[in-house]
């Protein structure tokens, strides 16, 4: 078993950064619920959301994580149907 300080530089760039922009979609969902005095949730929190589980998603196939694995790979699916969903709704 490794310990994180035996993961290359690089990788653990990966993860900090996936994990980085994950968290910030909830920043960007509470600025734009703001701005509209409203509960939003705008396209951008998706888009977000997509990224960064990618990244983690990507780091914990590296870490051979099955639990991490499974867990960000099921939430990718989630946040691409709801960016779909989201488009959908914009054009009607």
């Keep these: 078993m490794s310990s994180w300080f035996t993961i290359p530089h690089a990788w653990l760039a990966i993860g900090f950064a996936g994990q980085a922009i994950f968290a910030s979609r909830f920043v960007w969902q509470w600025i734009a619920s703001e701005r509209a005095r409203a509960v939003v949730v705008p ?3 998706w888009i ?3 990224v960064g589980g990618l990244a983690l998603f990507v ?3 590296h870490r051979k994580d099955p639990v ?3 867990g960000q790979g099921l939430g990718i699916f989630v946040y691409v149907r709801n960016l779909f ?3 959908a709704s914009q054009t009607r």
């Design 43 to 45: 396209q951008s929190f």
């Design 48 to 50: 977000i959301s997509i």
């Design 59 to 61: 780091y914990a196939i």
């Design 68 to 70: 991490f694995v499974a």
């Design 85 to 87: 969903l989201h488009r």
